[in-house]
């Protein structure tokens, strides 16, 4: 049976993004599904009324559920993040719908934040900046990435994009996945539950695990107790993966060299955090995933999950109600 045409779809956006962005999704969407509707809203409000839509296409927004009851049917819910923690909380039906992400997008630019970072603690860049605002001359012998060891907490798209990069600087590579199998630029792949040993072996940590029941607060004292002293860890998952209390323990221990955190348990990041007050710390505001490419990349992947449906085959980058992401 061939799959249900898809005729009409709805995208949602915040006002001031979506007058940046209407006339590319247009173009792009109609292209993509010529014999398609396609609806914009910017509001609750605007949500067409009563209407029997195919894909909404949307971020993860607060207003989501509302301008969902406002719909007489949907079959299909595109998200334009990667990560959909958000939506657990939302109320509205998820069972019984198709639901994609946007994977894949943040690949280039985070991994490249990563090897900045990286690059940042080994080079000193920190410190030199520091003592050129001092017009200070203090010479000191730098490390290389060269023949340290990279250790990716989750080995997805991200993930893997890192490994790639980081073999250009000759890396060792270990990294955790699910279900372990043979990754290309990787030199093992274990279990999460079976990294301890290669934590006393890593020098950079990266963090890169969606956050869902089983990983909220998984780099804790316990984790960061394992890892050799004068490691840096980076984390550019989502807030509250890693625990910032526990970080600052490893960092005072010296178990931490230093950290680059993009993403915090509470966002802003308040003023009275001691997060702030560190040296040893590069703190950046959730924005490694930034990017010129996003919404272009966002929209390929919607594209690439149609060709899928339309040929009966699996949905490219499926929302598993039951893993939670």
Not at 71 to 95: C, N, P, Q, T
Not at 207 to 229: F, I, M, S
Request: net charge neutral.
């Amino acid at each position: 049976m061939s799959p249900a045409p898809i005729l009409r779809v709805l995208y949602l956006q915040k006002a001031e993004v979506l007058a940046q962005q209407q006339g590319v999704v247009s173009r792009t969407l109609q292209q993509a599904l010529p014999e398609a509707e396609i609806l914009f809203a910017d509001s609750v409000a605007t949500v067409p009324w009563h209407a029997d839509i195919d894909i909404v296409i949307t971020p993860t927004l607060p207003w989501l559920p509302e301008a969902l009851r406002r719909l007489a049917s949907y079959r299909w819910l595109h998200f334009l993040s990667a990560g959909v923690e958000k939506i657990w909380s939302m109320d509205f039906d998820k069972s019984s719908i198709l639901m994609t992400k946007s994977s894949g997008v943040h690949g280039a630019p985070m991994s490249e934040y990563v090897i900045g970072a990286m690059l940042y603690f080994t080079k000193q860049f920190g410190r030199f900046h520091d003592q050129a605002r001092q017009a200070k001359w203090q010479r000191s012998w730098l490390g290389e990435l060269t023949g340290s060891q990279l250790t990716v907490l989750g080995l997805g798209h991200i993930g893997q994009c890192l490994a790639r990069r980081a073999k250009a600087f000759d890396m060792q590579v270990v990294g955790t996945q699910r279900t372990p199998r043979s990754l290309a630029d990787v030199d093992r792949v274990v279990a999460l539950e079976d990294i301890g040993p290669e934590l006393g072996r890593t020098d950079f940590l990266v963090v890169c695990l969606p956050l869902t029941e089983a990983t909220c607060g998984l780099v804790n004292d316990a984790l960061l107790n394992q890892l050799r002293p004068g490691a840096v860890l980076v984390d550019i998952s989502r807030g509250g993966v890693v625990k910032s209390d526990a970080l600052l323990r490893a960092l005072d221990a010296g178990r931490l060299k230093g950290a680059a955190l993009d993403v915090f348990e509470q966002q802003p990041l308040p003023a009275e955090s001691p997060l702030w007050q560190r040296s040893d710390l590069l703190i950046t505001p959730h924005v490694s995933g930034t990017t010129p490419f996003y919404l272009e990349r966002a929209l390929n992947v919607l594209i690439d999950n149609l060709r899928a449906y339309q040929q009966g085959k699996p949905l490219v980058t499926a929302v598993s109600v039951e893993a939670g992401y």
